[in-house]
Nanobody, 122 residues
């Protein structure tokens, strides 16, 4: 399984950014997918996840109402739409996949992308 995250960049506070995670070497529609992020000197933390079907999307409290996860199984791609970005959202964002689990912990996912950097300026 190979995951490629993209779409990161520099944005001003209050702005928006859209990330993508494209999978290859796998039947994407069979995998639960998640986004995590890791800020400098901090542990990797859960952002949100979606089941293989696109149902039951779940978010961390600090992104509810601002971030939206979606997926297009025909394109083997998951998306993270981020609105009203804050400086504290600055981090490397990672996508992750698992064929069975769909939890909120790093150990709940067997496959990881390389990460894409999001920087929010104040």
């Amino acid at each position: 399984v190979q995951l490629q995250a993209s779409g990161g960049g520099l944005v001003q506070a209050g702005g928006s950014l859209s990330l993508s995670c494209t999978a290859s070497g796998v039947t994407f529609s069979r995998y639960n997918m998640a986004w995590f992020r890791q800020a400098p000197l901090k542990e990797r933390e859960f952002v949100g996840r979606t089941f293989w079907s696109g149902d039951f999307t779940y978010y961390a409290d600090f992104v509810k109402g601002r971030f939206t996860i979606s997926r297009d199984n025909a394109k083997n791609t998951m998306y993270l739409q981020m609105n009203n970005l804050k400086p504290e959202d600055t981090a490397v964002y990672y996508c992750a996949a698992d064929s069975f689990r769909a939890g909120v912990g790093v150990t709940d996912y067997d496959h990881w992308g390389q990460g894409t950097l999001v920087t929010v300026s104040s």
